[in-house]
């Protein structure tokens, strides 16, 4: 019996409308200084004819209005272009733990191959880890720095017998072009 009603009351929890915390933190964003403005616009023209009592000055003080409306607009647009985006930028999975195998080959790599090797090695687990959850252009540029890495250790632990400068070279111009699909996004 109490098991039925837990799970009765776990239903109605799972099915109730989320908290209004959530609408008051979307609400000020709405809040634009656009309706501010909408509300500034009517009132300067509705002061303008009364003190005019005359025909003739009346179309004067109209193109006055019109003038304002067209850079209010255009304040609006400013102030949309510069207000911060609502939500914010996701960068695409895998792009922060790619960055930090990098920085941490960086900062373990040493001047001898064998700790180049050692941290080359590391480095292509952390990738490995990485290109788990990556997609799309993103996934498959950390799954080529993963291989390279994975030749890099190769070649500098002395398993390939070529030269790793190659190698760096490749994985330079891929991790520039890594670093351009996860800021373009």
Request: with cysteine.
């Amino acid at each position: 019996m109490a098991a039925a009603i837990a799970a009765v009351v776990a239903v109605i929890a799972y099915l109730a409308p989320p908290p209004p915390a959530q609408p008051d933190t979307v609400a000020p964003a709405r809040q634009s200084p656009s309706p501010d403005r909408v509300t500034p616009r009517p009132e300067p023209p509705t002061p303008t004819p009364s003190p005019d009592s005359s025909t003739p000055e009346q179309p004067e003080p109209e193109p006055e209005p019109e003038t304002e409306p067209e850079t209010e607009p255009s304040r609006t647009r400013r102030a949309r272009e510069t207000s911060p985006p609502l939500v914010a930028a996701v960068r695409p999975l895998g792009c922060d733990e790619t960055m930090t195998a990098l920085a941490g080959y960086r900062r373990n790599a040493g001047g001898t191959r064998s700790s180049q090797a050692a941290a080359a090695q590391q480095t292509y687990r952390d990738l490995m880890g990485a290109s788990l959850d990556a997609q799309g252009a993103v996934g498959a540029m950390i799954r080529r720095l993963t291989a390279e890495f994975q030749e890099l250790s190769f070649r500098l632990s002395g398993m390939v017998s070529s030269d790793p400068e190659q190698v760096i070279a490749d994985i330079n111009a891929d991790f520039a072009e890594l670093k351009r699909l996860c800021e373009a996004t």
